[in-house]
């Protein structure tokens, strides 16, 4: 598949991940979470064409939009969740590599496409899978979960403290007509939950559908237990999480001394300048350790 748009995604924090990633020219790199290609780019620059990457991602749209920006480069794209990577490597032959990095957030591509549903500023389908070509939808799970089901998930995946609340509005609009788009289920919830400031009301319902639909701390959690295997003594692992959840489960994976030493104590953010010229990057957080 290819494609002639270009991605309009802005890689968070490369300067910080090149850093303290530090490839080196020969070396064998996995970037689990390829996008537009930007962060997969800056480490093929650094391995040259004597080292090797292999860049997955979930998604075929966007491995096809990131083909463009990585002609000429040693890597290969593969359509793959990062929670397969063990699967994917045995495939090639590589036993272990010099260094996985993955950036857990979804890009500005996927948000831009209403036919996503993975925004509910725009209207579109109520569907927020990140590859469109399996698994169940959000309305889906919006029209089929139990009332209950719904609240464990708004309060696990959102921390949304209206849980209970929002599930129970759901239920009673989805009798009279099942939910089909994100404006509908976007009016649902903010007909029943507070305005905190700036914040969208349907901002944590968002959230936790999509981590749900894509089992993102599944995967995650996934990922982290299969990296010790498969990174080499001396190697390096860097993640960059969106919010808490992903990022406590990272911070723990890392602070396992007989598996991990931190690059990094203290987790790296973005600066003002870059969330000045990058908003979304406000919320972006490194952390990096060596496989000891």
Do not use: Y
Not at 3 to 14: C, F, I, K, Q
Not at 45 to 71: K, N, S
Not at 87 to 103: C, H, K, Q
Not at 222 to 239: D, T
């Amino acid at each position: 598949m290819s494609t002639d748009r270009v991605p309009v995604h802005a890689s968070v924090l490369p300067v910080e991940v090149l850093a303290l990633l530090d490839p080196k020219p020969g070396e064998t790199w996995i970037d689990c979470t390829t996008g537009g290609g930007g962060h997969t780019r800056l480490i093929a620059e650094r391995v040259g064409p004597a080292g090797r990457v292999i860049g997955l991602d979930q998604d075929p749209t966007m491995l096809a939009l990131a083909r463009g920006r990585l002609d000429g480069l040693p890597i290969e794209l593969v359509h793959a969740n990062f929670d397969q990577l063990a699967e994917v490597l045995a495939a090639r032959g590589v036993a272990t590599v010099d260094g996985v990095f993955a950036d857990l957030g979804f890009s500005s591509d996927q948000l831009a496409e209403r036919a996503r549903g993975l925004s509910f500023r725009d209207d579109g389908p109520l569907d927020m899978r990140l590859d469109p070509t399996t698994g169940a939808t959000a309305a889906d799970l919006v029209n089929r979960m139990s009332e209950a089901g719904l609240a464990d998930v708004f309060w696990e995946f959102g921390e949304e403290r209206h849980s209970r609340r929002v599930a129970r509005r759901i239920v009673e609009r989805r009798e009279a007509k099942p939910f089909e788009t994100t404006a509908e289920l976007a009016s649902a919830v903010r007909s029943c939950v507070p305005r905190s400031g700036a914040i969208d009301p349907a901002t944590r319902v968002f959230q936790a559908l999509r981590i749900a639909v894509n089992d993102e701390l599944g995967a995650l959690d996934r990922l982290l237990a299969a990296l010790p295997k498969l990174v080499k003594p001396g190697g390096r692992a860097g993640i960059i999480s969106f919010h808490s959840l992903e990022d406590r489960r990272v911070k723990q994976a890392f602070r396992v001394a007989t598996v991990w030493h931190p690059v990094n104590k203290k987790v790296v953010e973005a600066g003002a300048e870059e969330t000045a010229r990058n908003p979304r990057a406000r919320s972006a957080k490194l952390r990096v350790a060596v496989r000891t």
